[in-house]
């Protein structure tokens, strides 16, 4: 099977952004802001935009001998942690140019901006290559935290030379919001998004970002859910996403925001069906007892009185498909898919 140049650069985009946010893994952020240039540098703020399909372009400078951009991160970056840019030269970067070039890291604090570490763009830090483009991804480990980064580019080989810089990225620490979990579930109305924290500190909100297989880097705000604040209590959220277009793949993360407006990202999760589920059905309808559900996001279901007030609770299994609503009283149900909310009216027979 052939598949296009186009379709294995979006692949690999997403995979960059998938290894920017494991489920489990340590939180990733990246930079949001441009706090120093010099030399010759174009599109500077969209090396700090959040976005890998974006880049700044830095040109070597003959005049000063060199070009610099550094970006800063809404939080502190851990020591220990990896850090780096995504970056992509437009030619096969030889030693002599690697020895022109470093990723140096500085920490602010008020009005005081104090270096920290150097990095000299040697082989050992191109740790993968994510498109056939061209794109790196060079890291490092960092010996202390910090909140700034900057790529230094001042080799004289290297004139007429251009850097696409994509994102610069670090580990969060610590981390505002400790997610357990974070899924999306096709369903009728919509993609139902649902996640789990198991701690939150000084959160404010959750904005829920959507992207497509056309561009899975490109994610889109569009809702909010409010979030617990401070609590070492394990919460659950849920949010429908009903404008969501069926028969299209869609891929969705958190941007956690505290009380500080300092924002870090969670998983992505994937919705790989090519078109939403079918509606909740359950027969035979009416029932005297055994009741085979079709068209539920889960194996969970709620049955509800006619009021809507809730009578059991019940759940299916591969090796026991139906629920068993025997012992009901004859009369009027509803049938709730707890993934989704969704429910269908049945009748229990005598």
Request: charged share 15%; with cysteine.
């Given at each position: 099977?052939?598949?296009?140049?186009?379709?294995?650069?979006?692949?690999?985009?997403?995979?960059?952004?998938?290894?920017?946010?494991?489920?489990?893994?340590?939180?990733?952020?990246?930079?949001?802001?441009?706090?120093?240039?010099?030399?010759?540098?174009?599109?500077?703020?969209?090396?700090?935009?959040?976005?890998?399909?974006?880049?700044?372009?830095?040109?070597?400078?003959?005049v000063?001998?060199?070009?610099?951009?550094?970006?800063?991160?809404?939080?502190?970056?851990?020591?220990?942690?990896?850090?780096?840019?995504?970056?992509?030269?437009?030619?096969?970067?030889?030693?002599?140019?690697?020895?022109?070039?470093?990723?140096?890291?500085?920490?602010?604090?008020?009005?005081t901006?104090?270096?920290?570490?150097?990095?000299?763009?040697?082989s050992?830090l191109?740790?993968?290559?994510?498109?056939?483009?061209?794109?790196?991804?060079?890291?490092?480990t960092?010996?202390?935290?910090?909140?700034?980064?900057?790529?230094?580019?001042?080799?004289?080989?290297?004139?007429?030379?251009?850097?696409?810089?994509?994102?610069?990225?670090?580990?969060?620490?610590?981390?505002?919001?400790?997610?357990?979990?974070?899924?999306?579930?096709?369903?009728?109305?919509?993609v139902?998004?649902?996640?789990?924290?198991?701690?939150?500190?000084?959160?404010?909100?959750?904005?829920?970002?959507?992207?497509?297989?056309?561009?899975?880097?490109?994610?889109?705000?569009?809702?909010?859910?409010q979030?617990?604040?401070?609590?070492?209590?394990?919460?659950?959220?849920?949010?429908?996403?009903?404008?969501?277009?069926?028969?299209?793949?869609?891929?969705?993360?958190?941007?956690?925001?505290d009380?500080?407006?300092?924002?870090?990202f969670?998983?992505?999760?994937?919705?790989?069906?090519?078109?939403?589920?079918t509606?909740?059905?359950?027969?035979?309808?009416?029932?005297?007892?055994?009741?085979?559900?079709?068209?539920?996001?889960?194996?969970?279901?709620?049955?509800?009185?006619?009021?809507?007030?809730?009578?059991?609770?019940?759940?299916?299994?591969?090796?026991?498909?139906?629920?068993?609503?025997?012992g009901?009283?004859?009369?009027?149900?509803?049938?709730?898919d707890?993934?989704?909310?969704?429910?269908?009216?049945?009748?229990?027979?005598?």
């Open positions: 099977m052939y598949y296009s140049p186009l379709h294995w650069l979006r692949t690999l985009l997403l995979l960059a952004c998938l290894c920017l946010s494991l489920p489990g893994a340590a939180q990733i952020q990246y930079a949001n802001k441009v706090v120093l240039e010099d030399g010759i540098v174009s599109n500077n703020s969209r090396a700090a935009d959040g976005n890998l399909a974006t880049n700044a372009i830095v040109k070597p400078s003959l000063l001998g060199y070009t610099r951009l550094r970006v800063s991160f809404p939080i502190t970056a851990a020591a220990g942690k990896e850090a780096g840019m995504y970056i992509r030269p437009n030619i096969l970067i030889s030693a002599a140019l690697l020895g022109g070039a470093t990723l140096n890291t500085f920490y602010q604090d008020g009005a901006t104090t270096p920290v570490d150097s990095h000299v763009l040697s050992n191109l740790a993968l290559q994510i498109d056939a483009s061209g794109i790196r991804r060079i890291s490092f960092p010996t202390q935290s910090f909140n700034q980064i900057e790529l230094v580019f001042f080799s004289v080989l290297a004139l007429g030379q251009d850097i696409e810089i994509y994102e610069a990225f670090s580990t969060v620490a610590p981390l505002p919001v400790v997610l357990t979990s974070f899924r999306a579930t096709a369903t009728p109305a919509g139902a998004l649902a996640w789990a924290t198991a701690s939150e500190r000084n959160a404010d909100q959750f904005v829920i970002e959507r992207a497509t297989a056309a561009a899975p880097c490109s994610f889109r705000a569009i809702g909010r859910v979030a617990a604040g401070t609590t070492a209590q394990a919460r659950t959220y849920q949010y429908v996403d009903a404008g969501a277009a069926p028969g299209t793949q869609h891929y969705y993360r958190l941007r956690q925001l009380h500080d407006g300092i924002a870090t969670g998983p992505v999760a994937a919705v790989q069906a090519t078109a939403w589920a509606k909740l059905l359950a027969y035979p309808n009416p029932t005297t007892g055994p009741l085979t559900v079709a068209g539920a996001a889960g194996p969970s279901f709620m049955v509800l009185d006619y009021l809507g007030r809730p009578v059991r609770r019940a759940t299916t299994t591969p090796s026991q498909p139906q629920l068993d609503v025997s009901l009283p004859a009369g009027p149900y509803f049938l709730q707890e993934a989704t909310g969704q429910r269908v009216k049945v009748v229990k027979a005598n």
